[in-house]
């Protein structure tokens, strides 16, 4: 039994309490994240494939995922959900995923009802959404492998984004809630809450549920909370972070071809060698090497 | 012929004009030093395995470095220098470093005379510099695999840094210009850039010398000029940048349990889907796929 | 301009002249086909997804088929054609895997006409067959974005390994050599070669054929001759005379636990050190390495 | 607790009963030797370079051996036990390496006694030992990170390889297992076992020692088993086979321009479809996806 995966389990599922996941998308973001605070992390599609200066739409191979998740597993102690789009194919190759994600202490994976390639859903598209058989039996293929009991898997309805009716989201949550999904994430790209909300108060009280607020995030917090929503996810906000400070930075920099205005705003060394406990390699050295070196 | 190549070679050898290199550490922040103008970029060893949340002590592979810099050099139409160490090893994984680099478009690789596995210079240590021949046997190695006449091998000379004298320093730019190092970077770790301009001063004027005022940051970028320095590395700051950028947003997301506060202060979507051409595969689905779809 | 593209194209090209690609999935197994006398290798998906232990329906990433390649690639100097599925996606997955190949030096693709995840097609199935148009699309998505000229991609037809008529097999031939397929490869699952002999007459005599006889071993070799096929496909065979000679050889050990009765069949260190240039290694530890270390 | 490590630290540590663990040297060769009914494995670093088409001088970087690692661990219920060449690097990039061999489930690391990078030590060269402070070091820090109690560490002794006398290799033994090893591989390039019989007869009797015949490979077992030998590695004869095989079936497929003669010497596709499962994949199509797919 892995703790972290309880942890999240707990995180994706308790109606009484609504908890926060935060967006990480490589090891420094994930260990950054930690250390302000943060008791779980969403390991952002949309955040990786962009730092990679890829588009969303499946252009990195899995196994490219799977090695940023590794680098953050390995810096973190709080449990981490991956943003699995489509689960990378077929029921097989989702099953084939859920093995790798166990393997890398990842405590969990949302994927969602569309066909591979995805395409990041804010944007204008024409993806079409998978069969609600097919997606439950994607489900049923993955909680059946798992090995460890809390390993969680979310499974995202993209019928509101796709333009369907809320009967069809929400005949599709029940769906895929009785197939064995740990948590409904239920998607949309209204600027108010008001959709996702009358899916909550629509939906039955058993089924825990996740929102993703990027879209209407003017809607107050307090208002999840008294809808009982389990868990909310800031979901790329660290990356959109850094790369509007580095946009800043570098514009500055390439003006004045100096360092001298930048430095206050930037980390320092310390700081960051701090963080990566280049201590602990010191004393290392002073342990594991021979005094003459 | 590689044309970045030559472009590359031109700003680390002009000793007329003072080129400036910014760093990055990950594909999005290579595009983004390019699209603010800078003509080169350095792929900061430090920033890169700082960004993995691993120390700067080759506890990343080389090859996990080489991912990375393919996606930098997907990214971008300007040339990109490697930060590589120590070469990763002896002469041999220095050729096959070479190789590979050249494989994936980067245009050069600058390596420093000190033996696998490194530590960051800037962090106390009992770093032992190499042999003096040895090195130069590793550039010559690394210039008689390469195919692209002017793929750049820059050779770092730690010999101030560790202590040793002028003397020493001078001696050894010398020996790595005649085993055909294409520039030499002086590092120091003072807070003035006295140091490296008495070693540009007294260094024979054939070589050109490329600096990195990360320590001495305040010396103004004038005197490098006047010193006829070929290029100075801004070393680091794309991840420094970052990295505060993300401390702070994220403890303020933690803090308010809203993203309403940070939202004016991050990128917006629209700006990073033109940045990574979305538009593009918008079209080319027009294109590409059939209507009925 | 990629000889070895040029070469691989007149080869998958050439009606007059009968040529064959060797299986290769690994880079060892490439290297002895080059040194047998092979003029071009098939990267077969079987054979490297069978010699990782995982099943021929992308199990592993597409990265992980690329990682085999570039060893593959920088073992030799004869062209390489991958046996690369559906592409691992749609239309823009097919473009990144194209741009990625030609960073690799292969010389080649061959994509089949089926839904991604694929499954192998000699085993009983369902897999659907992609559309005509939709895989035209996808072939003329592949020829835009290739660089050299010379770079091939060969469409092949599941339609008469699916049960569907001659027909429709050679309706989709004229189409994706229309939509810009250097080749066509016909599969064919029956026991004699009487089925591709028949599409190959009535195949329209400019479109330049390739045949797998993986099944239909039988047939003549001299009949493909004698009905112009540009090129056949030995396509599994050294990984499956790998797989005999491994089990044959353990078995011995196991059961004698000795190695006396294996030696003789079994290659020698030295013949293995010869091919893979260990001398070289010996000349350039002495050419940059110095004396006295 | 790992069980598979429990089993191989009984292997390597039993003078009762003489052991033998075959080489592997990717997902398939694991997979026919547990089938063949060995115990457990060794990841040779030849055979892994060596089917790469690299030399055995650390040419591929760790990673790259982790990833075949893991294709053999997720292929096989036996324990495997890693060639690891020097650690790849000091104590730091050790300790790396051991907690990435236990998150892929490989149950212990052999290391060896040289510095980083290696050369292949049956072939004439002047690799320098490294020293046995240094090497204790190494040890005691990839005990103290381990999570496992019995993952297990071997050291391999290059002493008597290298020229020194016994004496040396008896001394280092007694360090390195003082220093934590579990077991000692004492290696020789000899053509009979007279070297490290004596090896074995000068040894402190709780020192549990483990042999790699594949110089001395006529000496009869018997005489390992009445030394209290606690393991036999029988180290490339796997990669040896399939190269030799390979081989001779392309030789005979270039001549000939037909299957006909191979055919009978070669695998089945349905020998590989059964070891690997096929039918497994076909029953999970019919649980997980739709009946009118």
Redesign the interface.
């Given at each position: 039994v892995n703790i972290k995966n309880t942890h999240l389990h707990k995180i994706l599922t308790s109606k009484e309490e609504l908890s926060?996941l935060?967006e990480a998308h490589?090891?420094?973001?994930?260990?950054?994240?930690e250390?302000?605070?943060?008791q779980a992390l969403w390991a952002s599609g949309f955040s990786i494939s962009?730092?990679?200066?890829?588009?969303d739409?499946?252009?990195s191979?899995?196994?490219?995922v799977l090695?940023v998740l590794?680098?953050?597993a390995?810096?973190v102690n709080i449990p981490i959900l991956l943003d699995g789009d489509t689960g990378?194919?077929?029921?097989?190759?989702f099953?084939?995923l859920v093995?790798k994600l166990e393997?890398?202490?990842i405590s969990g994976v949302c994927i969602e009802d569309k066909v591979?390639?995805k395409?990041?859903s804010?944007?204008?598209?024409?993806n079409?959404l998978s069969?609600k058989?097919?997606f439950c039996?994607?489900i049923?293929?993955g909680k059946d492998i798992q090995r460890d009991p809390n390993f969680c898997i979310v499974a995202r309805i993209e019928a509101l984004v796709s333009g369907l009716p809320m009967e069809e989201a929400l005949s599709r949550a029940e769906a895929y809630y009785e197939a064995g999904a740990d948590a409904i994430l239920i998607h949309s790209k209204k600027e108010t809450g008001e959709e996702v909300l009358e899916f909550a108060q629509k939906c039955p009280s058993h089924i825990p549920l996740v929102l993703v607020?990027?879209k209407y995030?003017?809607t107050?917090?307090e208002k999840f909370k008294d809808a009982q929503i389990a868990a909310i996810i800031?979901a790329?906000?660290?990356f959109?972070?850094?790369?509007?400070?580095?946009?800043?930075?570098?514009?500055n920099?390439?003006q004045s071809?100096?360092?001298?205005e930048?430095?206050a705003?930037?980390?320092?060394?310390e700081?960051?060698?701090d963080l990566?406990?280049?201590k602990e390699?010191?004393e290392?050295?002073r342990?594991?090497?021979?005094q003459n070196?």
């Open positions: 926060f935060m490589n090891g420094i973001s994930a260990k950054l994240a250390e302000v605070g943060f962009s730092s990679m200066a890829l588009r739409c499946n252009e191979s899995w196994r490219e090695d590794e680098l953050m390995d810096a990378y194919g077929n029921f097989n190759n099953r084939r093995q393997q890398r202490s591979f390639p395409l990041n804010f944007v204008e598209q024409k079409r069969q058989e097919e039996g994607k049923k293929a607020p990027t995030y003017k107050p917090t800031w790329n906000h660290s959109r972070a850094a790369y509007a400070a580095i946009k800043r930075t570098l514009s920099i390439y071809e100096t360092l001298k930048v430095e705003d930037i980390a320092s060394m700081e960051i060698f990566l406990q280049y390699l010191y290392a050295e342990k594991y090497l021979p070196t």
